[in-house]
């Protein structure tokens, strides 16, 4: 059996909290990401039928039942994840429908998976019904995103138009556009039901005066998106109180969909 902590699985969400944090956008706890393994996978590094412990979900997921994923701590902190990626993550199956999350790895200061494991969790089987490669979720606060959504109409069309009028690389990375919940209590089924029902037509959710969904086929994928939306959100924040001579013009982004081969999302282009 190899070691876990050798594992690329492992390592590369072990980065991506400590990249995510040097961003500022996951201060004290803020934050979370679960990734689905593929069973073959942990296989190499774990023995699969040795549970540590069980924990019940609240919530139910029938087309999770089994599947296994490594998932960051609540009130861990992604600062310290390097230092001490067994207490802050842990990697879990689901059984019972969903019902129970079986602890394979880690959580080793008698943790539990994040308070946001109900979103996440719904996410994935949203994503996965579309997307079947769908691997990653991720939640942090960036503050561009954030800002905005104190100053600008939350109408996803709206929204959308926004972002990709402010960078060239918008509607390429995110043709799709993003959805927008208003604000919601977090850590509930609710906005996790909320949350999976805007994942099915696209990889960014942004939660109003929160912070941002993501999700992707790795970690790559859905911290680019992040990445990228943040930025032209950080644009629109810089500008938008200022008076504008020009902008990306629906024409100018029909040419970005033609060069590129992206179809931006139906109805949001004139
Ligand atoms: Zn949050």
Redo the contacts with the bound molecule.
């Keep these: 059996m190899k070691d876990i902590l050798t594992a690329p699985f492992l390592t590369e969400l072990v980065r991506t909290c400590a990249n995510m944090y040097a961003h500022g956008w996951d201060e004290r706890n803020?934050?979370?990401i679960s990734v689905l393994l593929d069973k073959k996978d942990v296989k190499k590094y774990l023995d699969v039928k040795k549970v540590l412990r069980t924990m019940p979900t609240g919530f139910s997921a029938p087309a999770l039942d089994g599947r296994y994923f490594l998932v960051t701590g609540t009130g861990k902190y992604f600062k310290n994840v390097p230092y001490d990626p067994a207490a802050n993550l842990g990697l879990v199956r689901l059984a019972d429908g969903g019902e129970t999350a079986e602890l394979l790895w880690g959580f080793t200061d008698g943790g539990r998976f994040t308070s946001?494991f109900p979103a996440h969790m719904m996410s994935h089987a949203a994503r996965l019904s579309v997307d079947p490669d769908n691997r990653v979720v991720m939640?942090?606060?960036p503050d561009s995103l954030l800002a905005m959504t104190y100053v600008h109409d939350l109408d996803e069309r709206a929204f959308t138009r926004t972002l990709w009028q402010m960078e060239t690389e918008c509607i390429v990375v995110f043709p799709e556009g993003v959805n927008v919940l208003p604000w919601m209590l977090?850590g509930t089924n609710e906005i996790g039901e909320a949350t999976a029902e805007k994942m099915k037509t696209a990889r960014l959710v942004i939660?109003a005066q929160?912070?941002i969904y993501g999700a992707g086929r790795d970690l790559d994928e859905t911290f680019g998106l992040i990445e990228t939306a943040e930025k032209a959100a950080g644009i629109y924040m810089k500008i938008a109180h200022l008076p504008w001579k020009q902008t990306l013009t629906d024409a100018d982004l029909h040419l970005l969909e033609e060069r590129f081969g992206v179809k931006a999302r139906d109805g949001y282009l004139s």
Excluded: M
Aim: include cysteine; charged fraction near 10%.
């Design positions: 803020g934050g979370n946001e939640h942090c606060h977090c939660w929160h912070g």
